[in-house]
Nanobody, 115 residues
Framework: QVQLVESGGGLVQPGGSLRLSCAAS????????MGWYRQAPGKQRELVAL???????TYADSVKGRFTISRDNANNTMYLQMNSLRPEDTAVYSC?????????WGQGTQVTVSS
């Protein structure tokens, strides 16, 4: 089992920045990828950013150049740095660790971009 806890969400004005954190605990071996998804009200969940094991990060077109995914392996923590935030970035952001055949999810953290 893998337990994931997100933090760092909140209310920010357009153009502002937030950094989300995803702390992992439990049996985190054999993880093949980790990433961030988001779900806005009335919309389907969408991939924001993904880091495959040993590979290069990929991003949704809507966040390229504004968001950066990173990880601190020593502390089992993953981050999502979000800059130049827009109202359309408002959503619940969830982190995920993926193994073959199973995905683990955090509880999500709300990000609201509004003036």
């Amino acid at each position: 089992q893998v337990q994931l806890v997100e933090s760092g969400g909140g209310l920010v004005q357009p153009g502002g920045s937030l950094r989300l954190s995803c702390a992992a605990s439990g049996s985190i071996s054999n993880v093949i990828a980790m990433g961030w998804y988001r779900q806005a009200p009335g919309k389907q969940r969408e991939l924001v950013a993904l880091i495959p094991r040993g590979g290069k990060a990929t991003y949704a077109d809507s966040v390229k150049g504004r968001f950066t995914i990173s990880r601190d392996n020593a502390n089992n923590t993953m981050y999502l740095q979000m800059n130049s935030l827009r109202p359309e970035d408002t959503a619940v952001y969830s982190c995920t660790y993926k193994r073959i055949g199973i995905d683990y999810w955090g509880q999500g953290t709300q990000v609201t971009v509004s003036s």
